[in-house]
């Protein structure tokens, strides 16, 4: 019998009405004959009233591992209610939290890996004919602490069951029709991708596309388990993530916004590489993502990008730095262009600098991996850039460019 596993983001699962929507498409898939797994994420924007209530009650910085408390609390809600919900329907269906569904996570709260997963529980239940409704996000640490799993992470426990149970696919529900060559909300003439490689969503999601996590995509990838993307309110197929032949074209452009480029000016006299080696170091072992590093702009200065979100903490950390006189900020965003094929990527360095010297002045290109090409560029210039590379490279890829 076929196992089929099913993952409903938030805005899918939005009020109680779109449950019971919800209850529908799962009904339909049992009736096919599968053995049908859930995994939920919390209901709208709920983990972000949780956060704001351990704001309201806390006025230092909150404590990792009760906020793992708190927010696996809201994936536990969802998961009942849509198990509920079946059973009103006349299924037998069954929640389990995620150590109960035998997911086990290092402890890392906030951002916690999946290290093994015990299936045995799930199993028993779905030859017994049951749905399985999991609370996604969360998994237990061998001392038996909640740890949850990140941003994204009911789509990477989706997966990691869908590899552990050898699943015949993994369905990603959300609030857009699939994957697209870029953000339609930015550019309007983006176009749905019927079909990619694993390697091609890997790269669009870890580069800031948003449909999937970058961790699912490896746990389907590694385990050559089929991926789709789909919406929740219609019948369309999405885009299928497996193993095809790569052709040689541009993906997709993707955007990453709330960036912050930090430039720091030392002291005189400062050795700069050593020292500044050393504070990006400290500053990465707090678990910050460096997303660019110019280690020498001058002789008395060097800069790097990072999340918005870091910045607090960041400079927590360099205020240690006694060779440091000052830190400056900008908000900074980054449009990626995301190539099939590594030999594309080296073909179109020329027409990107073109491109970019001739529409865009500050733009910042780094070679960010052997299939991307990244521009930071000023936030006020973020869907401009995107329109413009989206033109050049996808939709209108015969574009004269001159100088």
């Given amino acids: 019998m076929a196992i089929v596993v099913q993952k409903y983001g938030g805005t899918s699962l939005n009020s109680t009405k779109r449950i019971k929507e919800v209850t529908k498409r799962i009904l339909e898939e049992k009736r096919k004959g599968s053995q049908v797994v859930v995994v939920v994420s919390a209901m709208g924007s709920s983990t972000d009233s949780l956060v704001e209530m351990s704001k309201e009650v806390s006025s230092h910085h909150p404590h990792h591992r009760e906020m793992d408390m708190l927010l696996s609390t809201g994936e536990q809600v969802t998961s009942s209610l849509v198990a509920l919900a079946l059973q009103s329907k006349g299924a037998g269906a069954l929640s389990l939290t995620g150590w109960q569904a035998g997911i ?96 091609q969503m890997q790269d669009l999601a870890e580069m800031g596309a948003g449909v999937v996590h970058p961790r699912a995509v490896v746990h389907a990838h590694r385990n050559n388990v089929p991926l789709f993307v789909r919406s929740s309110f219609d019948q369309q197929e999405g885009t299928r993530i497996d193993h095809f032949h790569e052709q040689t074209h541009v993906t997709g452009i993707t955007v990453e916004k709330d960036l912050t480029h930090l430039t720091i000016t030392v002291k005189e006299k400062t ?131 001159s100088i």
């Avoid at 290092?106 to 239940?125: C, N, Q, V, W």
């Avoid at 910050?288 to 020498?296: D, E, H, M, S, Y």
């Avoid at 980054?334 to 002045?361: C, G, P």
């Fill in 104 to 199: 086990y996570t290092e402890e890392t709260f906030g951002d916690a890996a999946i290290l093994s997963i015990d299936p045995r529980k799930i199993r028993a239940h779905l030859d017994q004919g049951k749905i399985i409704v999991v609370a996604g996000f969360q998994g237990v640490s061998e001392n038996g602490e909640i740890c949850t799993l990140g941003r994204g992470g009911s789509d990477t426990t989706a997966a990691a069951l869908a590899a552990e149970l050898q699943a015949d696919r993994c369905e990603i529900f959300t609030d857009v029709d699939g994957v697209f060559t870029a953000d339609p909300r930015i550019v309007k003439e983006a176009k749905m991708i019927p079909k990619l490689t694993y390697k």
């Fill in 271 to 401: 050795n700069i590489p050593e020292e500044t080696s050393a504070a990006l170091k400290v500053i990465e072992d707090a678990g910050i993502v460096i997303r660019r590093a110019l280690f020498k702009e001058d002789l008395y200065s060097f800069s790097f990008i990072i999340q918005s979100k870091d910045v607090k903490q960041t400079c927590s950390l360099l205020q240690r730095r006694p060779w440091i006189s000052k830190v400056s900020c900008e908000n900074r965003s980054a449009v990626s262009v995301i190539f099939s094929h590594e030999s594309l990527a080296f073909n179109f360095n020329n027409r990107l600098s073109k491109v970019l010297k001739t529409k865009r002045n500050g733009a910042d290109i780094i070679f960010h991996r052997p299939r991307v090409w990244r521009v930071f560029v000023p936030d006020n210039e973020l869907s401009r850039t995107a329109q413009l590379l989206h033109d050049v490279f996808i939709a209108k890829p015969n574009l004269s460019v």
